[in-house]
């Protein structure tokens, strides 16, 4: 992939997880240090890294439950039905 340091470059958004920190407090700060457990959570790192290295122009968008069943509290909804219902009520 090419490096995207001139102004105007295209936006990237990479849709990560919360399984980049070690899970032992409730919520994270996007400035907390990762600590990753698992190797999903370690992959979506070294991608976060490879993003951050390469790339001038991005977002990283760390979510927890993006589909499947409901397990944590107090995330009602997985990610996409939040968004569907977001764009229901406007």
Known sequence: M???SDAGAPLLIHLST?????GV???????DETDA???YGKSKVMAENYIR????SYAILRSSIIYGPHSV???EKTLPIQ???????C
């Open 2 to 4: 090419s490096t995207f």
């Open 18 to 22: 919360d399984q980049v920190y070690e």
């Open 25 to 31: 407090k409730s919520f994270y700060e996007e400035d």
């Open 37 to 39: 457990v698992n190797m």
């Open 53 to 56: 290295s390469n790339y001038s």
């Open 73 to 75: 509290i107090p995330v």
């Open 83 to 89: 968004v569907i219902s977001a764009c229901r009520c």
